[in-house]
Protein backbone atom coordinates (compact mmCIF):
# COMPACT_ATOMS: atom_id res chain seq x y z
CA UNK A 1 0.00 0.00 0.00
CA UNK A 2 1.07 3.75 -1.13
CA UNK A 3 1.01 5.71 2.18
CA UNK A 4 1.43 8.94 0.18
CA UNK A 5 -2.93 8.13 -0.56
CA UNK A 6 -3.31 9.17 2.97
CA UNK A 7 -1.90 12.78 2.64
CA UNK A 8 -3.95 12.66 -0.87
CA UNK A 9 -6.83 11.80 1.40
CA UNK A 10 -6.13 14.81 3.40
CA UNK A 11 -5.78 17.02 0.81
CA UNK A 12 -9.39 15.98 -0.81
CA UNK A 13 -10.69 16.75 2.28
CA UNK A 14 -9.04 20.04 2.58
CA UNK A 15 -10.64 21.26 -1.06
CA UNK A 16 -13.87 20.32 0.04
CA UNK A 17 -13.93 22.34 2.55
CA UNK A 18 -12.66 25.05 0.65
CA UNK A 19 -15.34 24.37 -1.54
CA UNK A 20 -18.16 24.21 1.48
CA UNK A 21 -16.94 27.88 2.35
CA UNK A 22 -17.64 29.01 -1.25
CA UNK A 23 -21.12 27.78 -1.05
CA UNK A 24 -21.92 29.34 1.79
CA UNK A 25 -20.94 32.43 0.55
CA UNK A 26 -23.19 31.66 -2.18
CA UNK A 27 -26.17 30.82 -0.47
CA UNK A 28 -26.13 33.63 2.58
CA UNK A 29 -25.54 36.37 -0.79
CA UNK A 30 -29.00 35.20 -1.58
CA UNK A 31 -30.40 34.26 1.94
CA UNK A 32 -29.05 38.05 3.26
CA UNK A 33 -29.64 40.05 -0.44
CA UNK A 34 -25.82 41.32 -0.94
CA UNK A 35 -25.47 41.01 -4.90
CA UNK A 36 -22.14 40.45 -6.29
CA UNK A 37 -19.40 42.00 -6.57
CA UNK A 38 -19.86 43.55 -3.31
CA UNK A 39 -18.55 41.53 -0.23
CA UNK A 40 -20.26 43.75 2.39
CA UNK A 41 -23.38 45.11 3.54
CA UNK A 42 -25.08 42.44 6.39
CA UNK A 43 -22.86 41.48 8.88
CA UNK A 44 -24.21 37.55 8.71
CA UNK A 45 -22.88 37.47 4.75
CA UNK A 46 -19.41 39.65 5.60
CA UNK A 47 -18.82 36.47 8.62
CA UNK A 48 -19.41 33.84 5.86
CA UNK A 49 -17.43 35.54 3.48
CA UNK A 50 -14.54 36.06 6.56
CA UNK A 51 -14.80 32.51 7.00
CA UNK A 52 -14.06 31.68 3.35
CA UNK A 53 -11.01 33.93 2.89
CA UNK A 54 -9.86 32.92 5.74
CA UNK A 55 -9.94 29.16 4.99
CA UNK A 56 -8.67 29.76 1.37
CA UNK A 57 -5.67 31.71 2.64
CA UNK A 58 -4.71 28.93 5.22
CA UNK A 59 -4.91 26.41 2.58
CA UNK A 60 -2.64 28.32 0.64
CA UNK A 61 -0.02 27.84 3.01
CA UNK A 62 -1.25 24.36 4.39
CA UNK A 63 -1.28 22.08 1.23
CA UNK A 64 2.62 23.13 0.43
CA UNK A 65 3.85 22.30 4.35
CA UNK A 66 1.48 19.09 4.14
CA UNK A 67 3.59 17.64 1.38
CA UNK A 68 6.77 18.56 2.05
CA UNK A 69 6.09 17.20 5.47
CA UNK A 70 4.97 14.25 3.68
CA UNK A 71 8.19 14.12 1.14
CA UNK A 72 10.68 14.87 3.62
CA UNK A 73 10.07 13.85 6.86
CA UNK A 74 6.90 10.52 5.91
CA UNK A 75 3.41 10.22 4.98
CA UNK A 76 1.94 9.57 8.44
CA UNK A 77 3.37 12.42 10.26
CA UNK A 78 2.17 14.45 7.26
CA UNK A 79 -1.30 12.53 7.79
CA UNK A 80 -1.81 13.08 11.40
CA UNK A 81 -0.94 16.50 11.89
CA UNK A 82 -2.76 17.29 8.21
CA UNK A 83 -5.89 15.77 10.31
CA UNK A 84 -5.70 17.66 13.03
CA UNK A 85 -5.20 21.09 10.66
CA UNK A 86 -8.32 19.59 9.07
CA UNK A 87 -10.38 19.11 12.54
CA UNK A 88 -8.99 22.81 13.80
CA UNK A 89 -10.49 24.09 10.20
CA UNK A 90 -13.92 22.50 10.12
CA UNK A 91 -14.17 23.59 13.93
CA UNK A 92 -13.18 26.96 13.04
CA UNK A 93 -15.62 27.50 10.52
CA UNK A 94 -18.40 25.90 11.74
CA UNK A 95 -17.92 28.05 15.27
CA UNK A 96 -17.24 31.49 13.45
CA UNK A 97 -20.59 31.22 11.93
CA UNK A 98 -22.52 30.62 14.75
CA UNK A 99 -20.70 32.96 17.12
CA UNK A 100 -17.48 35.03 15.76
CA UNK A 101 -16.25 35.48 19.38
CA UNK A 102 -15.93 31.35 19.47
CA UNK A 103 -13.47 31.21 16.82
CA UNK A 104 -10.18 30.73 18.79
CA UNK A 105 -10.12 27.41 19.80
CA UNK A 106 -10.52 25.70 16.34
CA UNK A 107 -8.47 28.27 15.23
CA UNK A 108 -5.35 27.99 17.52
CA UNK A 109 -5.68 24.25 17.03
CA UNK A 110 -5.13 24.34 13.12
CA UNK A 111 -2.08 26.80 14.06
CA UNK A 112 -0.28 24.68 15.91
CA UNK A 113 -0.84 22.00 13.26
CA UNK A 114 0.81 23.48 10.29
CA UNK A 115 3.17 25.22 12.83
CA UNK A 116 4.07 21.09 13.59
CA UNK A 117 4.29 20.72 9.85
CA UNK A 118 6.48 23.24 9.08
CA UNK A 119 9.14 22.63 12.15
CA UNK A 120 8.98 18.81 10.77
CA UNK A 121 9.20 19.75 7.15
CA UNK A 122 12.11 22.18 8.33
CA UNK A 123 13.57 19.11 10.37
CA UNK A 124 13.46 16.89 7.11
CA UNK A 125 14.62 19.13 4.77
CA UNK A 126 17.65 20.42 6.85
CA UNK A 127 18.63 16.85 7.58
CA UNK A 128 19.25 16.11 4.08
CA UNK A 129 20.48 19.09 2.82
CA UNK A 130 23.43 18.70 6.09
CA UNK A 131 23.98 15.15 4.49
CA UNK A 132 21.67 13.38 6.69
CA UNK B 1 7.70 10.36 -24.08
CA UNK B 2 6.55 11.18 -20.01
CA UNK B 3 2.67 12.18 -19.95
CA UNK B 4 3.01 14.02 -16.78
CA UNK B 5 4.32 16.74 -19.49
CA UNK B 6 0.70 17.24 -20.03
CA UNK B 7 -1.06 18.01 -16.96
CA UNK B 8 2.17 20.75 -16.14
CA UNK B 9 1.28 22.78 -20.12
CA UNK B 10 -2.39 22.74 -18.04
CA UNK B 11 -0.35 24.25 -15.24
CA UNK B 12 1.37 26.51 -17.00
CA UNK B 13 -1.77 27.88 -18.56
CA UNK B 14 -3.70 28.07 -15.61
CA UNK B 15 -1.42 30.56 -14.21
CA UNK B 16 -0.79 32.61 -17.08
CA UNK B 17 -4.22 33.38 -17.07
CA UNK B 18 -4.02 33.73 -13.54
CA UNK B 19 -1.50 36.20 -14.57
CA UNK B 20 -4.01 38.16 -17.52
CA UNK B 21 -7.03 38.30 -15.10
CA UNK B 22 -3.86 40.46 -12.35
CA UNK B 23 -2.73 42.78 -15.39
CA UNK B 24 -6.31 43.69 -16.40
CA UNK B 25 -6.59 44.92 -12.54
CA UNK B 26 -4.02 46.67 -13.11
CA UNK B 27 -5.06 47.96 -16.62
CA UNK B 28 -8.28 48.92 -15.15
CA UNK B 29 -6.77 50.70 -12.11
CA UNK B 30 -4.95 53.26 -14.22
CA UNK B 31 -8.44 53.75 -16.72
CA UNK B 32 -10.66 53.98 -14.36
CA UNK B 33 -8.89 55.99 -11.68
CA UNK B 34 -8.72 54.01 -8.69
CA UNK B 35 -5.55 54.34 -6.92
CA UNK B 36 -4.38 51.38 -4.63
CA UNK B 37 -5.12 50.13 -2.44
CA UNK B 38 -8.63 50.60 -2.71
CA UNK B 39 -10.61 47.91 -4.52
CA UNK B 40 -14.28 49.67 -5.12
CA UNK B 41 -15.16 52.97 -6.74
CA UNK B 42 -16.07 52.45 -10.45
CA UNK B 43 -18.11 49.05 -10.91
CA UNK B 44 -15.88 48.21 -13.83
CA UNK B 45 -12.94 48.22 -12.08
CA UNK B 46 -14.76 45.86 -9.52
CA UNK B 47 -15.86 43.55 -12.06
CA UNK B 48 -12.71 43.26 -13.07
CA UNK B 49 -11.26 42.36 -9.49
CA UNK B 50 -13.93 39.77 -9.17
CA UNK B 51 -13.14 38.18 -12.15
CA UNK B 52 -8.72 38.21 -10.19
CA UNK B 53 -10.34 36.84 -7.41
CA UNK B 54 -12.67 34.64 -8.45
CA UNK B 55 -9.77 33.35 -10.96
CA UNK B 56 -7.04 33.22 -7.77
CA UNK B 57 -9.63 31.27 -5.42
CA UNK B 58 -10.81 28.39 -8.02
CA UNK B 59 -6.90 28.06 -9.15
CA UNK B 60 -6.25 27.23 -5.58
CA UNK B 61 -8.78 24.35 -5.48
CA UNK B 62 -8.12 23.27 -9.06
CA UNK B 63 -4.20 22.70 -9.21
CA UNK B 64 -4.22 20.19 -6.16
CA UNK B 65 -7.42 18.27 -8.08
CA UNK B 66 -5.41 18.27 -11.12
CA UNK B 67 -2.59 16.69 -9.84
CA UNK B 68 -4.09 14.16 -7.59
CA UNK B 69 -6.26 13.19 -10.43
CA UNK B 70 -2.83 12.93 -12.97
CA UNK B 71 -0.48 11.08 -10.03
CA UNK B 72 -3.74 8.76 -9.17
CA UNK B 73 -5.75 8.07 -12.22
CA UNK B 74 -3.93 9.88 -15.14
CA UNK B 75 -2.10 11.84 -16.30
CA UNK B 76 -4.50 12.07 -19.93
CA UNK B 77 -7.69 12.02 -17.83
CA UNK B 78 -6.35 14.93 -15.77
CA UNK B 79 -5.52 16.73 -18.88
CA UNK B 80 -8.78 16.77 -20.15
CA UNK B 81 -11.07 17.42 -17.24
CA UNK B 82 -7.95 20.55 -16.76
CA UNK B 83 -8.56 21.02 -20.55
CA UNK B 84 -12.22 21.88 -19.72
CA UNK B 85 -12.15 23.55 -16.98
CA UNK B 86 -9.47 25.94 -18.92
CA UNK B 87 -11.99 26.61 -21.70
CA UNK B 88 -14.15 27.70 -18.70
CA UNK B 89 -12.00 29.89 -16.89
CA UNK B 90 -11.21 31.73 -19.67
CA UNK B 91 -14.90 32.43 -21.02
CA UNK B 92 -15.93 33.25 -17.38
CA UNK B 93 -13.81 35.96 -17.16
CA UNK B 94 -14.10 36.98 -20.92
CA UNK B 95 -17.84 36.98 -20.46
CA UNK B 96 -17.98 38.33 -16.94
CA UNK B 97 -15.81 41.50 -18.31
CA UNK B 98 -17.85 42.56 -21.06
CA UNK B 99 -21.56 41.67 -19.23
CA UNK B 100 -21.78 39.99 -15.48
CA UNK B 101 -25.14 38.13 -16.45
CA UNK B 102 -23.32 36.08 -19.33
CA UNK B 103 -20.76 34.28 -16.40
CA UNK B 104 -23.21 31.55 -15.84
CA UNK B 105 -21.94 29.22 -19.05
CA UNK B 106 -18.38 29.44 -18.03
CA UNK B 107 -18.64 29.11 -14.24
CA UNK B 108 -20.85 25.88 -14.46
CA UNK B 109 -18.63 24.20 -17.09
CA UNK B 110 -15.57 24.83 -15.20
CA UNK B 111 -17.13 23.67 -12.33
CA UNK B 112 -18.43 20.30 -13.22
CA UNK B 113 -14.73 19.91 -14.86
CA UNK B 114 -13.05 20.65 -11.07
CA UNK B 115 -15.84 18.29 -10.06
CA UNK B 116 -14.84 15.48 -12.37
CA UNK B 117 -11.38 16.03 -11.30
CA UNK B 118 -11.97 15.68 -7.31
CA UNK B 119 -14.72 12.77 -7.98
CA UNK B 120 -11.50 11.11 -10.30
CA UNK B 121 -9.38 11.43 -7.67
CA UNK B 122 -11.06 10.35 -4.82
CA UNK B 123 -11.48 7.11 -6.71
CA UNK B 124 -7.69 6.55 -7.17
CA UNK B 125 -6.85 7.51 -3.91
CA UNK B 126 -9.51 5.22 -2.20
CA UNK B 127 -9.07 2.36 -4.37
CA UNK B 128 -4.91 2.53 -3.63
CA UNK B 129 -6.23 2.95 0.31
CA UNK B 130 -8.58 -0.29 -0.24
CA UNK B 131 -6.26 -2.70 -1.66
CA UNK B 132 -6.61 -2.03 -5.53
CA UNK C 1 22.30 14.28 -1.87
CA UNK C 2 18.75 15.30 -3.43
CA UNK C 3 18.91 18.83 -4.68
CA UNK C 4 15.15 18.85 -4.35
CA UNK C 5 15.69 19.99 -0.83
CA UNK C 6 16.85 23.24 -2.42
CA UNK C 7 13.41 24.16 -4.31
CA UNK C 8 11.61 22.56 -0.50
CA UNK C 9 13.40 25.29 1.36
CA UNK C 10 12.69 27.96 -1.13
CA UNK C 11 8.92 26.71 -0.62
CA UNK C 12 9.44 26.82 3.06
CA UNK C 13 10.94 30.21 3.06
CA UNK C 14 8.16 31.48 0.95
CA UNK C 15 4.95 30.29 3.33
CA UNK C 16 7.00 32.00 5.76
CA UNK C 17 6.88 34.97 4.56
CA UNK C 18 3.00 34.84 3.74
CA UNK C 19 2.49 34.00 7.56
CA UNK C 20 4.89 36.69 8.71
CA UNK C 21 2.68 39.14 6.83
CA UNK C 22 -0.52 38.04 7.85
CA UNK C 23 0.91 38.03 11.63
CA UNK C 24 1.53 41.67 10.12
CA UNK C 25 -2.06 42.25 9.36
CA UNK C 26 -2.83 41.01 12.92
CA UNK C 27 -0.72 43.30 15.01
CA UNK C 28 -2.07 46.45 12.67
CA UNK C 29 -5.96 44.95 13.71
CA UNK C 30 -4.96 45.66 17.50
CA UNK C 31 -2.46 48.87 16.68
CA UNK C 32 -5.00 50.94 14.84
CA UNK C 33 -7.90 49.19 16.19
CA UNK C 34 -9.68 47.91 13.17
CA UNK C 35 -12.08 44.82 14.52
CA UNK C 36 -12.23 41.45 11.88
CA UNK C 37 -14.25 41.56 9.73
CA UNK C 38 -13.71 44.87 8.53
CA UNK C 39 -10.67 45.51 5.81
CA UNK C 40 -10.87 49.24 6.13
CA UNK C 41 -10.71 51.97 8.53
CA UNK C 42 -7.66 52.94 8.46
CA UNK C 43 -4.52 53.77 5.93
CA UNK C 44 -1.79 51.79 7.68
CA UNK C 45 -4.25 48.68 8.33
CA UNK C 46 -4.95 49.14 4.80
CA UNK C 47 -1.74 48.89 3.94
CA UNK C 48 -0.67 45.87 6.08
CA UNK C 49 -3.72 44.29 4.17
CA UNK C 50 -2.42 45.12 1.06
CA UNK C 51 0.29 43.43 1.73
CA UNK C 52 -0.69 40.56 2.92
CA UNK C 53 -3.05 39.62 0.10
CA UNK C 54 -0.48 40.71 -2.60
CA UNK C 55 1.86 38.39 -1.01
CA UNK C 56 -0.69 35.34 -1.21
CA UNK C 57 -1.71 36.09 -4.82
CA UNK C 58 2.05 36.00 -5.71
CA UNK C 59 2.23 32.82 -3.68
CA UNK C 60 -0.04 30.95 -5.47
CA UNK C 61 1.18 31.43 -8.66
CA UNK C 62 4.81 31.37 -7.71
CA UNK C 63 5.08 27.79 -6.13
CA UNK C 64 3.57 26.23 -8.86
CA UNK C 65 6.19 27.56 -11.11
CA UNK C 66 8.95 27.03 -8.81
CA UNK C 67 7.90 23.16 -8.53
CA UNK C 68 7.78 22.82 -12.69
CA UNK C 69 10.58 24.69 -13.51
CA UNK C 70 12.52 22.02 -10.66
CA UNK C 71 10.91 18.78 -12.22
CA UNK C 72 11.04 20.00 -16.08
CA UNK C 73 14.23 22.13 -15.89
CA UNK C 74 16.50 21.42 -12.68
CA UNK C 75 16.52 21.92 -8.92
CA UNK C 76 19.62 24.47 -9.10
CA UNK C 77 17.75 26.69 -12.08
CA UNK C 78 14.60 26.83 -9.63
CA UNK C 79 16.21 27.60 -6.80
CA UNK C 80 17.98 30.59 -7.71
CA UNK C 81 15.40 32.34 -9.63
CA UNK C 82 13.07 31.07 -6.29
CA UNK C 83 15.55 33.00 -4.06
CA UNK C 84 15.56 35.98 -6.55
CA UNK C 85 11.80 35.85 -6.26
CA UNK C 86 12.00 35.85 -2.62
CA UNK C 87 14.08 38.64 -2.17
CA UNK C 88 11.84 40.83 -3.93
CA UNK C 89 8.91 39.72 -2.04
CA UNK C 90 10.77 40.47 0.94
CA UNK C 91 11.82 43.60 -0.22
CA UNK C 92 8.70 44.58 -1.49
CA UNK C 93 6.71 44.29 1.82
CA UNK C 94 9.10 45.61 4.30
CA UNK C 95 9.02 48.98 1.28
CA UNK C 96 5.35 48.83 0.79
CA UNK C 97 5.22 48.85 4.67
CA UNK C 98 7.28 51.87 5.18
CA UNK C 99 6.37 53.58 1.72
CA UNK C 100 3.83 52.79 -0.69
CA UNK C 101 5.71 54.48 -3.52
CA UNK C 102 8.96 52.98 -2.89
CA UNK C 103 7.38 49.25 -3.45
CA UNK C 104 8.18 49.52 -6.96
CA UNK C 105 11.78 47.59 -6.77
CA UNK C 106 10.87 44.83 -5.02
CA UNK C 107 8.36 44.11 -7.02
CA UNK C 108 9.57 44.23 -10.26
CA UNK C 109 12.77 41.76 -9.05
CA UNK C 110 10.10 39.08 -7.85
CA UNK C 111 7.74 39.51 -10.97
CA UNK C 112 11.13 39.52 -13.56
CA UNK C 113 12.32 36.37 -11.63
CA UNK C 114 8.38 34.83 -11.64
CA UNK C 115 8.46 35.19 -15.65
CA UNK C 116 12.09 33.79 -15.51
CA UNK C 117 10.59 30.52 -14.15
CA UNK C 118 7.44 30.66 -16.16
CA UNK C 119 9.74 30.46 -19.32
CA UNK C 120 11.76 28.19 -18.11
CA UNK C 121 9.37 25.98 -17.05
CA UNK C 122 7.20 26.13 -20.65
CA UNK C 123 11.02 25.59 -22.57
CA UNK C 124 11.25 22.36 -20.09
CA UNK C 125 7.79 21.09 -20.61
CA UNK C 126 7.48 21.54 -24.41
CA UNK C 127 11.11 20.12 -24.71
CA UNK C 128 9.44 17.47 -23.32
CA UNK C 129 6.64 16.88 -25.30
CA UNK C 130 8.05 17.47 -28.86
CA UNK C 131 10.06 14.49 -28.12
CA UNK C 132 13.65 16.01 -26.31
Chains 1, 2, 3 share one sequence.
Not at 38 to 50: P, V
Not at 54 to 80: D, M, Q, R, S, Y
Not at 103 to 131: E, N, T
Amino acid sequence: MNTMHWPALVTLAALTLCFATVAIVGRARGKYRVAAPATTGHALFERAFRVQMNTLENTVIFLPALWLCALFVGPLVATALGGLWLVGRVWYAAAYLREPKSRGGGFVLAFVAWAGLMIAASWGVLRGLLGG
